[in-house]
């Protein structure tokens, strides 16, 4: 694997970036040697956060976490990457061809656990009205959900409004 790792706010140390590429680096036993593994590092006040990207063809894995220490903040987000990958071997795999270059092999080879494969039990359907992206963030609120499905009346486009940490909104919205 090769690291890209930056630092916003904080110097990398090399005691930094050998805690990043050790602890990291575990996962080298799921891809290739080719991969390139994007970090970032990055600190205000007591939030120690590191961002973990890996593109891989059709899909990116990524993870983040954040706590008031760097290096345990290095110890959970590899945790949770090597929990997605495992959970969504099969997704990841499917097509074998196109994710041949970002895996090994090894972990190719080796069967998924079937009781971990996706299934959808409900499906809703619901008229959407026209409405302003606050609006949707209203509504959100009043469900008591996380994200809300609209259609905006400022683009008539399908768009989505969801919870950010610290009580913020996003949007997100096609670009066709």
Excluded: W
Excluded at 4 to 16: C, E, M, Q, R, S
Excluded at 71 to 96: A, G, W
Excluded at 129 to 141: G, I, L
Aim: proline share 3%; with cysteine.
């Amino acid at each position: 694997m090769k690291f890209v790792i930056v630092g916003k706010n904080i110097d990398v140390t090399p005691g930094l970036r050998s805690a990043v590429e050790e602890k990291i680096g575990k996962l080298e036993r799921y891809f290739s040697t080719e991969t390139e593994v994007h970090v970032t590092l990055s600190t205000q006040k007591d939030r120690q956060k590191i961002e973990v990207t890996i593109p891989v063809k059709g899909s990116i894995i990524r993870s983040e976490q954040v706590s008031n220490d760097m290096y345990v903040s290095i110890d959970l987000v590899e945790e949770i990457i090597e929990r997605q990958l495992k959970k969504y071997k099969n997704k990841l795999t499917s097509s074998r061809h196109e994710s041949a270059d970002f895996f090994n092999q090894d972990y190719l080879e080796t069967d998924a656990a079937d009781d971990e494969e996706i299934q959808i039990i409900r499906n809703k359907k619901f008229d959407m009205k026209p409405m302003y992206p606050e609006d949707a963030c209203v509504q959100m609120e009043l469900l008591g959900h996380d994200f809300f499905v609209f259609i905006n009346a400022e683009s008539d486009k399908v768009s989505v409004v969801y919870k950010r940490k610290g009580n913020t909104y996003g949007l997100i919205e096609p670009e066709y």
